[in-house]
């Protein structure tokens, strides 16, 4: 009786093929999501540089609107009074002419009177007579 007992309980537990199959699984799943991951960062400031730069040219456009003298509109002579060659930060505000909230105050540096450097490390260079910031 006892040995008929015994072959029907069934094993508790898994096999040691069966966890190393699983862990040799999510090996290759973390493996091909990994650099997902990684570039999530530069895509933030990538869209972050975007986003700022979007404000900015509608912050233009809305102060060529708003001086508009008869016939005759302009664009300011420059988008903020922050201190040249030095990052932005609340002591140092960027795009304050343009930015109704107030500026940029982080992850942007004012490079010279004219250029300032995103997130990305790219430079854009302000040309007030056109308003454009390329």
Partial sequence: MKKIMRLRMKPKGFTMIE????????????VIALPVFVNLG??????SED??????????VTYYIDTARGNRSFYPS???????????STGNICFNTVLSQGGIISDWT???ATTYTGPSNITYTYTSSTGALV
């Fill in 19 to 30: 966890l190393i199959a699983v862990m040799v699984i999510l090996a290759v799943i973390g």
């Fill in 42 to 47: 530069s895509d933030a400031d990538s869209a």
């Fill in 78 to 88: 420059t988008l903020d009074s922050a201190t040249s060659g030095a990052a932005c």
């Fill in 110 to 112: 004012k490079a010279s």
């Fill in 51 to 60: 986003g700022v730069l979007g404000g900015v040219r509608s912050g233009l």
